[in-house]
Structure formats: structure tokens, C-alpha cells
């Protein structure tokens, strides 16, 4: 599991394929991998690698099999490139993001950059099924990051678009000012979410039957969907959830 707050910003020194696998080698900002071992979890971008080989005191190898290559950016990297890190969290650490898993969910597309005084806000475009997720004040992973939504929009067809504001410790510790717009990122919804959305259109599935194609069709003249009603109540994503800056 991983806390979602970047640790520090790796690069990639070299890079190999072999048949189904793409091998990396990572050096790592000094201190990261003090008492890193083989088998160990690292979070690379939000996804989470096993350390393969060890390099001296401040690198390390991951093999990528070519399912995580096609579901995430890691098949953009090359030599040079410069990626988020995290170690998975130890019993007993502070959460000062949200629990992650690792498993990137879908790509999403930087669509927008504003850059207000003292602020960096990011709008990432996400596609079908996927925004029906995302709700304003909830939380999010993008490229390991744990983030608050800052707002969010859907459109008629399910896909939509979000906002997330970073303040300049979360740019100088992450790689989002690399960030140009049309670049890929790698999206982890949060769970809770996620499970409370799927069980109450699971209900309304079962209870609806027949009627829901009338009701879709009822709701789409009032420019709503049946995913506005199995939307969290105000206040139910922050409970389930610590409190923590929008960034």
C-alpha cells in the first residue's frame, strides 16, 4: 500500500526489452533507497514495480510486463526521463493522502494548465466510465499523487474533465511542472469511491428493471443521469476520508 505523497523524483538511466518485459533502471534522489531490498514495492508514477536488482546505494531495476506497459506511461519513458517515487508505507505510517493501491485505473489527458499566483491548476481530461467517480472534494491519484478534486464535469456521453490545485511544495516535490498539455498521466480512483458508487447503481439496477431505460430517458431531457443519483451525499467522501490540503 502506498499514502500517495511523492517521497522524491527519480530518472531513468537505462532501459532494455526482452520478450513480454521492459526492464528499467531508476536512480533515486539520495536517502530514497536507503534499506531497499530486492522483492520490495515502489510506487513509479503510481504504479507500483517490484524492485528486481539493486544498483549501489542510490538505484535500483524493475521489470514491467507489457499489460502495465499498454494500461499506463510507462511505455513513454526513456533515458532521461524523470518520474514520481514513493516505498510502500510501513505498519503504523501517517496517511497524509489516501490509501493506494498501485493499480492504475485508466489514462487520463492533461487538457489544461492555469497558472494563478502561487498556484499550479491542472484540468485532466478522463473518459467514460471513469467520471463517474470523480466528484468535487473527493480524492484521486495522478502519477502517484494523492489530490483533492478541486472541481469536476461530465458530459452527456460519461466522460469529463477535473481540477486539481498544486501549491509550489507539491511542484517541488513532484514532476506535474514538467507537465505539457496533450501528456498522458496515470489515474488510481479512490476506492471508497468507487465501491460506493458501483453498490448504489447495482441497487438502482435491481430495484429499476424494465423502468430504467424510461428513467435514463426521463433524466437526459433534464440534463442529469442515473449517475447523479448514486452521487455521495455533501460531507459522506470527507468522512470516509482524512483531511488533508487540496494538494
Given at each position: 500500500?502506498?499514502?500517495?505523497?511523492?517521497?522524491?523524483?527519480?530518472?531513468?538511466?537505462?532501459?532494455?526489452?526482452?520478450?513480454?518485459?521492459?526492464?528499467?533502471?531508476?536512480v533515486?534522489?539520495?536517502?530514497?533507497?536507503?534499506?531497499?531490498?530486492?522483492?520490495?514495492?515502489?510506487?513509479?508514477?503510481?504504479?507500483?514495480?517490484?524492485?528486481?536488482?539493486?544498483?549501489?546505494?542510490?538505484?535500483?531495476?524493475?521489470?514491467?510486463?507489457?499489460?502495465?506497459?499498454?494500461?499506463?506511461?510507462?511505455?513513454?519513458?526513456?533515458?532521461?526521463?524523470?518520474?514520481?517515487?514513493?516505498?510502500?508505507?510501513?505498519?503504523?505510517?501517517?496517511?497524509?493522502?489516501?490509501?493506494?493501491?498501485?493499480?492504475?485505473?485508466?489514462?487520463?489527458?492533461?487538457?489544461?494548465?492555469?497558472?494563478?499566483?502561487?498556484?499550479?491548476?491542472?484540468?485532466?481530461?478522463?473518459?467514460?466510465?471513469?467520471?463517474?467517480?470523480?466528484?468535487?472534494?473527493?480524492?484521486?491519484?495522478?502519477?502517484?499523487?494523492?489530490l483533492?478534486?478541486?472541481?469536476?464535469?461530465r458530459?452527456?456521453?460519461?466522460?469529463?474533465?477535473?481540477?486539481?490545485?498544486?501549491?509550489p511544495?507539491?511542484?517541488?516535490?513532484?514532476?506535474?511542472?514538467?507537465?505539457?498539455?496533450?501528456?498522458?498521466?496515470n489515474?488510481?480512483?479512490?476506492?471508497?469511491?468507487?465501491?460506493?458508487?458501483?453498490?448504489?447503481?447495482?441497487?438502482?439496477?435491481?430495484?429499476?428493471?424494465?423502468?430504467?431505460?424510461?428513467?435514463?430517458?426521463?433524466?437526459?431531457?433534464?440534463?442529469?443521469?442515473?449517475?447523479?443519483?448514486?452521487?455521495?451525499?455533501?460531507?459522506?467522501?470527507?468522512?470516509?476520508?482524512?483531511?488533508?490540503?487540496?494538494?
Open positions: 500500500m502506498f499514502t500517495g505523497i511523492v517521497q522524491g523524483i527519480a530518472s531513468v538511466a537505462e532501459l532494455g526489452d526482452r520478450p513480454g518485459l521492459r526492464s528499467f533502471r531508476l533515486f534522489p539520495p536517502g530514497f533507497a536507503a534499506g531497499l531490498a530486492i522483492g520490495a514495492s515502489v510506487a513509479v508514477d503510481g504504479v507500483c514495480l517490484t524492485v528486481t536488482a539493486l544498483h549501489g546505494s542510490d538505484a535500483a531495476g524493475f521489470d514491467v510486463m507489457q499489460q502495465s506497459l499498454a494500461l499506463t506511461t510507462l511505455a513513454g519513458l526513456r533515458p532521461g526521463s524523470r518520474v514520481n517515487v514513493e516505498r510502500a508505507a510501513r505498519d503504523g505510517a501517517e496517511i497524509g493522502g489516501h490509501p493506494l493501491s498501485g493499480h492504475v485505473d485508466v489514462m487520463g489527458r492533461l487538457a489544461d494548465v492555469r497558472r494563478p499566483e502561487n498556484n499550479h491548476v491542472l484540468r485532466i481530461a478522463l473518459p467514460a466510465p471513469w467520471m463517474r467517480y470523480v466528484f468535487a472534494k473527493g480524492y484521486i491519484a495522478v502519477n502517484g499523487a494523492s483533492t478534486v478541486a472541481q469536476a464535469e458530459g452527456p456521453g460519461g466522460s469529463g474533465w477535473f481540477e486539481v490545485w498544486l501549491i511544495e507539491t511542484l517541488r516535490m513532484t514532476t506535474f511542472g514538467d507537465l505539457a498539455v496533450g501528456d498522458l498521466l489515474i488510481e480512483i479512490e476506492r471508497q469511491t468507487q465501491v460506493f458508487v458501483d453498490t448504489v447503481r447495482e441497487a438502482l439496477d435491481e430495484r429499476l428493471g424494465p423502468l430504467r431505460p424510461a428513467l435514463e430517458a426521463l433524466l437526459r431531457t433534464h440534463g442529469a443521469s442515473l449517475d447523479e443519483l448514486a452521487r455521495p451525499l455533501p460531507g459522506a467522501l470527507a468522512a470516509a476520508a482524512p483531511s488533508r490540503d487540496p494538494a
